[in-house]
C-alpha cells in the first residue's frame, strides 16, 4: 500500500474513540478495546480493508462493482465486506464504510461519545 493511503487509513481509522492499531498477521489491523474493525490485507501488488457491514450491505456493493468490493475470506460469511485500495480511491466511502464497521463493532458508550462529538462538530460549522 503506498505510504499516502495507509496513512489515510490510519487517519481514518484512529479518528475514533479509544482505536488503535495493531499488527495481526504481518498486517495491521485496527481495534476498538481489543476487537477488530478494519484489517488490512495484501493480494498480490495490492492492499485491501476488510470491515464489518449491516445486513444486506456486503452483497449490494460486492454486486453493484466488484471491481472495488469483494466478499472476504473467513469473514465474508459473516457480513463483512472487502474493500480494493487502488486507482482513485473513494476515501469518503471508504471513511464511511469504516465507520459503519467501528458502530458495529464499538461499545455503546463509545458510541454515544462519538454522536456527541459529530453533533458538536456540526454546531460549529
Not at 472487502?82 to 471508504?94: F, K, M, Q, S, T
Amino acid at each position: 500500500m503506498p505510504n499516502d493511503s495507509l496513512s489515510r487509513l490510519r487517519e481514518i481509522c484512529l479518528s475514533f474513540p479509544e482505536s488503535y492499531e495493531q499488527e495481526t498477521w504481518d498486517d495491521p489491523t485496527f481495534r476498538v478495546r481489543t476487537k477488530i474493525f478494519v484489517k488490512v490485507a495484501r493480494s498480490q501488488q495490492e492492499h485491501l480493508i476488510w470491515c464489518k457491514a449491516q445486513p444486506g450491505v456486503q452483497e449490494m456493493l460486492v454486486s453493484a462493482d466488484q471491481s472495488r468490493f469483494f466478499i472476504p475470506p473467513y469473514l465474508g460469511g459473516r457480513g463483512w465486506v472487502g474493500i480494493h485500495l487502488r486507482g482513485d480511491v473513494d476515501w469518503g466511502e471508504v471513511a464511511d464504510l469504516i465507520e459503519e464497521s467501528y458502530r458495529l463493532i464499538a461499545p455503546k458508550q463509545l458510541i454515544k461519545q462519538l454522536d456527541a462529538v459529530e453533533i458538536d462538530s456540526f454546531r460549529k460549522e
